[in-house]
């Protein structure tokens, strides 16, 4: 059935432009939503216009909030599809925790890395601080190499040390990580080559 102006107005309806406005997204990604059977519009205009009620804003919330949370649109999808092609309430519930468990120990192996450059970064910024106060401030970039400036830790931390810490020809390829974290400061006429493999 095709409203009009007056019954859209009545009823509180929202026309794809007017969700997107609302939601603070774009009309394309209204439509894709709805192409992947994530958000169904009500009814349509006699113009032949989608049209929304006004929980279809909970829904692309509930789309944004899946998606802040790593979810894929075509994850969503699948959840959708699984949870109401599942039958049974405790099968789809079981469906629903596996997804759930495995994101949760992504989440954590996020975590996990971002607590590491965290701690990368903390200790390459301890470094560079005391390169304010450089013994040497003439010395040439290369200098760097060689330093001999107390910097109050054993080694330079790995993101410092791929940069200053290994001289290679040229087109020798990468620096692994691995070597970086591995490899102590070079002496003076010594060279680490170590490149991707």
């Not at 519930?93 to 990368?120: H, I, P, S, T």
């Not at 560079?128 to 054993?154: F, I, W, Y």
Request: with cysteine; net charge positive; aromatic share 6%.
């Amino acid at each position: 059935m095709k409203l009009s102006l007056e019954a859209i107005e009545s009823r509180h309806l929202l026309r794809v432009g007017d969700l997107a406005k609302r939601t603070g997204k774009t009309v394309r990604a209204i439509r894709l939503y709805e192409e992947l059977g994530l958000l169904q519009p009500s009814t349509r205009s006699s113009g032949g216009f989608r049209l929304y009620e006004e929980s279809a804003i909970d829904r692309v919330q509930w789309i944004d909030l899946l998606h802040g949370l790593g979810f894929s649109l075509h994850e969503m999808r699948a959840l959708v599809k699984a949870w109401w092609g599942a039958g049974v309430g405790p099968e789809a519930m079981g469906q629903l925790r596996d997804l759930f468990q495995r994101k949760l120990n992504e989440a954590r192996e996020a975590v996990r890395r971002y607590q590491q450059l965290e701690k990368e970064l903390e200790n390459g910024l301890a470094y560079l601080e005391t390169c304010r106060v450089c013994a040497t401030p003439s010395t040439a970039v290369n200098g760097c190499v060689h330093c001999s400036q107390d910097h109050g830790m054993k080694q330079e931390p790995a993101l410092v040390a791929g940069i200053t810490n290994v001289q290679k020809p040229p087109g020798s390829g990468l620096l692994r990580i691995k070597d970086i974290g591995n490899s102590a400061r070079p002496s003076a006429g010594t060279s680490s080559t170590s490149s991707l493999e």
